[in-house]
């Protein structure tokens, strides 16, 4: 009031609320110099701009976490509405925005992940039309399984592996695709190992990357190297190949092992079995192992009455033979693939008996 001002009963000038619209205030203003003073009038109109909304929503990068740089003067024509006589500044509170204070850049990176809102100043010769909030939204692209490693099993070749584009919980036919290779489908085929990647767009345009690393793995080349005819046989299996393997001794669904040896093995013709741990199938390889019995009774009780060599027959060491001697050195018999058994030989009276043989 004016006898406020005259009485020097002074209002905050910085944070003061209008009790009327329009409401008349008063200024004192006072000369140092000369003392004297005098009171004018400010009339506080409080102008109701009209209300907008403005909303820009932009994809997030390949790191998806919710931020990303937007371009606020993209939220211009919504905020202006083709009315050219008003200007647009951004700010990040509404408080910024009435006192004009921190305007924000026009490339401007949210603060708040997937959405923010911030607010345009609409003004028209430095006068505010409207204070309007701007919400920002960040999109995620595609829900995609976004690393697989795979194999490719070598023995197969050239029968292609399938790579998929990975789509999680939604219809992959409503995506598009652009894999390394160059293709646009939803699957490739490949029978090279490497690394594939495919980028995956939705409708609005945002997209996901997925990447697929293909290893090589497949069937091993066999060999075994046998330590036989003692007590302890030992077979040590050498694979040959790209794959993480395990191993089985007869049994091909196992039990299987990660270590290549075996020990106390059965003389006789042996299988071993090694499995390729990355799906690749099985290899195997028959081998045998030499044993025989160290005595033998040939008395006709049916009991240990033949003497033979086990790991010997028509297909491993078939042209093999075996030489029998008496303690005089004489040959008694030769065994062979094909007669690899032998009762009593035919003792001379002078010849002694076979039990010592």
């Given at each position: 009031?004016?006898?406020?001002?005259?009485?020097?009963?002074?209002?905050?000038?910085?944070?003061?609320?209008?009790?009327?619209?329009?409401?008349?205030?008063?200024?004192?203003?006072?000369?140092?110099?000369?003392?004297?003073?005098?009171?004018?009038?400010?009339?506080?109109?409080?102008?109701?701009?009209?209300?907008?909304?403005?909303?820009?929503e932009v994809c997030d990068d390949f790191v998806v976490d919710g931020f990303t740089f937007f371009n606020l003067t993209d939220a211009n024509s919504q905020l202006l509405q083709d009315n050219t006589n008003l200007t647009v500044d951004y700010y990040e509170t509404y408080q910024e925005a009435l006192l004009e204070i921190n305007p924000l850049p026009t490339s401007y990176f949210n603060t708040l992940p997937y959405q923010h809102t911030i607010y345009g100043r609409l003004?028209?010769?430095?006068?505010?039309?409207?204070?309007?909030?701007?919400?920002?939204?960040?999109?995620?692209?595609?829900?995609?399984?976004?690393?697989?490693?795979?194999?490719?099993?070598?023995?197969?070749?050239?029968?292609?592996?399938?790579?998929?584009?990975?789509?999680?919980?939604?219809?992959?036919?409503?995506?598009?695709?652009?894999?390394?290779?160059?293709?646009?489908?939803?699957?490739?085929?490949?029978?090279?190992?490497?690394?594939?990647?495919?980028?995956?767009?939705?409708?609005?345009?945002?997209?996901?990357?997925?990447?697929?690393?293909?290893?090589?793995?497949?069937?091993?080349?066999?060999?075994?190297?046998?330590?036989?005819?003692?007590?302890?046989?030992?077979?040590?299996?050498?694979?040959?190949?790209?794959?993480?393997?395990?191993?089985?001794?007869?049994?091909?669904?196992?039990?299987?092992?990660?270590?290549?040896?075996?020990?106390?093995?059965?003389?006789?013709?042996?299988?071993?079995?090694?499995?390729?741990?990355?799906?690749?199938?099985?290899?195997?390889?028959?081998?045998?192992?030499?044993?025989?019995?160290?005595?033998?009774?040939?008395?006709?009780?049916?009991?240990?009455?033949?003497?033979?060599?086990?790991?010997?027959?028509?297909?491993?060491?078939?042209?093999?033979?075996?030489?029998?001697?008496?303690?005089?050195?004489?040959?008694?018999?030769?065994?062979?693939?094909?007669?690899?058994?032998?009762?009593?030989?035919?003792?001379?009276p002078q010849t002694p008996n076979p039990r010592y043989l």
């Amino acid at each position: 009031f004016y006898e406020d001002a005259l009485l020097s009963n002074e209002i905050d000038a910085n944070d003061y609320i209008n009790i009327s619209n329009p409401q008349i205030v008063y200024v004192e203003i006072y000369n140092t110099s000369t003392t004297c003073s005098d009171v004018s009038e400010v009339v506080l109109n409080v102008v109701e701009g009209e209300t907008r909304l403005a909303e820009l929503e932009v994809c997030d990068d390949f790191v998806v976490d919710g931020f990303t740089f937007f371009n606020l003067t993209d939220a211009n024509s919504q905020l202006l509405q083709d009315n050219t006589n008003l200007t647009v500044d951004y700010y990040e509170t509404y408080q910024e925005a009435l006192l004009e204070i921190n305007p924000l850049p026009t490339s401007y990176f949210n603060t708040l992940p997937y959405q923010h809102t911030i607010y345009g100043r609409l003004s028209a010769n430095n006068d505010c039309f409207a204070i309007s909030p701007v919400i920002l939204k960040v999109s995620n692209g595609p829900e995609v399984e976004p690393y697989q490693e795979l194999f490719y099993c070598s023995n197969l070749f050239p029968e292609p592996l399938t790579l998929t584009g990975g789509i999680v919980n939604d219809i992959p036919n409503d995506y598009y695709y652009n894999w390394s290779t160059g293709e646009t489908t939803i699957e490739i085929e490949v029978n090279e190992p490497g690394l594939y990647t495919v980028e995956v767009t939705d409708v609005k345009c945002c997209s996901s990357l997925r990447t697929i690393r293909v290893f090589t793995s497949g069937l091993p080349t066999l060999t075994v190297d046998i330590t036989d005819g003692i007590e302890n046989n030992q077979v040590v299996v050498n694979a040959n190949g790209d794959g993480d393997y395990e191993y089985a001794m007869n049994l091909e669904n196992g039990p299987y092992q990660d270590d290549n040896t075996f020990e106390n093995v059965t003389a006789g013709i042996q299988t071993v079995f090694v499995r390729d741990k990355n799906g690749c199938g099985i290899a195997s390889l028959s081998f045998p192992v030499i044993g025989f019995p160290k005595f033998f009774t040939p008395n006709g009780d049916a009991q240990n009455d033949y003497w033979t060599i086990k790991g010997f027959d028509d297909e491993f060491l078939a042209n093999s033979k075996v030489q029998i001697f008496n303690r005089y050195g004489k040959l008694l018999t030769v065994l062979t693939a094909q007669n690899r058994f032998t009762q009593t030989p035919n003792p001379k009276p002078q010849t002694p008996n076979p039990r010592y043989l």
